[in-house]
């Protein structure tokens, strides 16, 4: 299984980004899709998820109002769209894959990395 996570980058204060997440090796539609970001000295905290089916998804508080989750099941990706981001949203964000719809970090697959960096 390989997850590679594109579309990080620099941005203001304010500004938006959409991450990505191509996933291959894995039957796409069958795997709960996460999004986890961890920022230097931090623990990786979860962000959000999508059911393999794309009908159900899960946020954490911190972010809800702010990102929006979505899959392509033909494309074996999924998308983290980013808005009105803030500079505590820098961290490297991971895009994770398990059979499970969870929030914590037991995903069975992860991906490498983008690194988000928010200026002010």
């Known amino acids: 299984v390989q997850l590679q996570a594109s579309g990080g980058g620099l941005v203001q204060a304010g500004g938006s980004l959409r991450l990505s997440c191509a996933a291959s090796?894995?039957?796409?539609?069958?795997?709960?899709m996460g999004w986890f970001r961890q920022a230097p000295g931090k623990e990786r905290e979860f962000v959000v998820s999508i059911s393999g089916g794309g009908g159900s998804t899960r946020y954490s508080p911190s972010v809800k109002d702010r990102v929006t989750i979505s899959r392509d099941n033909a494309k074996n990706t999924v998308y983290l769209q980013m808005n009105s981001l803030k500079p505590e949203d820098t961290a490297v964000y991971y895009c994770?894959?398990?059979?499970?719809?969870?929030?914590?970090?037991?995903?069975?697959?992860w991906g490498q990395g983008t690194q988000v960096t928010v200026s002010s």
């Open positions: 994770a894959a398990d059979r499970r719809f969870l929030t914590s970090t037991s995903y069975a697959y």
């Open positions: 090796g894995l039957t796409f539609s069958s795997y709960v």
